[in-house]
C-alpha cells in the first residue's frame, strides 16, 4: 500500500466550514489554567462493552480538552459501571473512571448489594453535573433497563443546566422511544449511523420529504426533534438543526471498523466544551464572533471531520488491518493536518 499523502480532501464548502470552526480553538496561552478548555464525562460501559467509552474519551482527550474533576485533574472521565471501571483503569492511567453505573441483578429476586434505584444511583452522577462542560451519553451503554432509566434522569439533569450533550449508540434508543428527551433541545447532538437513522425516523413516523437533496431527510429529522443538531453519517456526513445545515465530504479511509463512532463522539464534545471557552471570551475571539447557536454545528462538523481525516491517516498505515484504537493514535495529526497550531500562524494548517 502506498503511503503517499496529499493531505485531506474537501470541498470549498466544507473548507469554508472548517474555517470557522478553526475561530473556535483555543490557542495556547500562558494564562490558562486546567479546566478552562473543557470539562468532558463520558457515559456508558457496561459489562460486554468496555472499549466504546475508552476511545471516546481518549479522542477528546487526545484532541486537547481539560477533563477535570473535583480535586483529581486528570485527562478524562468515565462513568461506568464497576466492573467495566476495573477493566477501563487497565487501559490508561490518564483516564479518571468513576464506577457509578449500575446494571440491573441477574434476577428480581437477586438483588443482594445491588442498587437497583435509578432515582439514587442518577443522584450520585447528577451531583457531578456542575464540575462538568459537556456530557457524551451512549458509548458501550448496552440495553439494560436500569442504565437506561439512570442515563435518562442524568439527560434531562444536564438539559435543565443547559449542558451540552452528545448522544450515540444505544443512547439513541432512548430518543427513539421518548423523543420529548431530546425534542426542543439545542444543546443536544445526536450521531446516527444509517440504521439509527432509519430506527429515529420511523419511530417520529416522518415522511419522505419528497425531494432530490441530499440533505433533505436530515434536516426534516432535526426539525421533528425540535432544533436538534444531528450528524447523519455516511458517504458524507450531513449536520444540520433543521435551519442550517453543513456537509462533511473529507475524504476517509476505507475500512469501516467498529468503534469509530466512539472517536467522533468525543472529538464533537471537545470542540463543545471549546465552545464554551469561546462563550466565556477567555481569549480575544475578535470581532463579528460567532453566535452559540452556530458553534453547535460546528462543533459538529469540527469533530465529524477529525473523525474522518484520523480514518484516513490510519487506513493509509494499517489497511485492512486498520481498527478502532488506530484513529486514537491519529487524534492529533489530524487536528494539525486540519487546523494547525492555532497560534497565530495562518500557514499552519491546510484550510
Known sequence: MTTNDRGPQMSAATRGALGKVRRMIPPMLDKFHKGQLGRIAVIGGSEDYTGAPYFSAMASARLGCDMVGGDDARPSHVI??????????????????????????????????????????????????????????????????????????????ARGKKMPVVLDA?????????????????????????????????????????????TGKVETLARALGGVTIIQKGGKDFISNGRTTLT??????????GGQ???????????????????????????????????????????????????????????RSLQASDLTDEVHNAFMGLFGEVDGDSNASRL
Not at 449511523?193 to 419528497?210: I, Q, S, T
Not at 462533511?248 to 471498523?257: T, V, W
Open 80 to 157: 461506568c459501571t464497576p466492573g467495566t471501571a476495573a477493566v477501563i483503569k487497565t487501559y490508561s492511567p490518564n483516564l479518571m473512571v468513576h464506577p457509578l453505573m449500575r446494571q440491573s441483578p441477574p434476577s428480581k429476586t437477586d438483588t443482594g448489594e445491588h442498587d437497583t434505584d435509578p432515582e439514587h444511583i442518577a443522584a450520585t452522577i447528577i451531583e457531578m453535573l456542575p464540575r462538568l462542560h459537556v456530557l457524551v451519553v451512549g458509548p458501550g451503554l448496552g440495553r439494560d433497563p436500569l442504565m437506561k432509566a439512570t442515563v435518562s434522569r442524568v439527560i434531562r439533569a
Open 261 to 319: 463512532g466512539d472517536t467522533l463522539t468525543g472529538a464533537v464534545a471537545t470542540f463543545l466544551g471549546w465552545r464554551k471557552a469561546y462563550l466565556d471570551r477567555l481569549w480575544d475571539v475578535g470581532d463579528n464572533p460567532l453566535t452559540e447557536d452556530e458553534m453547535m454545528g460546528l462543533a459538529a462538523i469540527g469533530g465529524s471531520a477529525i473523525t474522518r481525516e484520523c480514518s484516513r491517516l490510519a487506513f493509509l498505515k494499517k489497511g
Open 248 to 257: 462533511d465530504d473529507l475524504e476517509g479511509g476505507k475500512k469501516r471498523s
Open 170 to 214: 444505544d443512547a439513541l434508543q432512548l430518543v427513539q422511544k421518548d423523543p420529548d428527551l431530546v425534542k426542543g433541545y439545542k444543546g443536544a447532538i445526536l450521531t446516527p449511523n444509517v440504521v439509527e437513522f432509519g430506527r429515529l425516523w420511523d419511530a417520529l413516523k416522518l415522511d419522505d420529504p419528497g425531494n432530490e437533496r441530499e
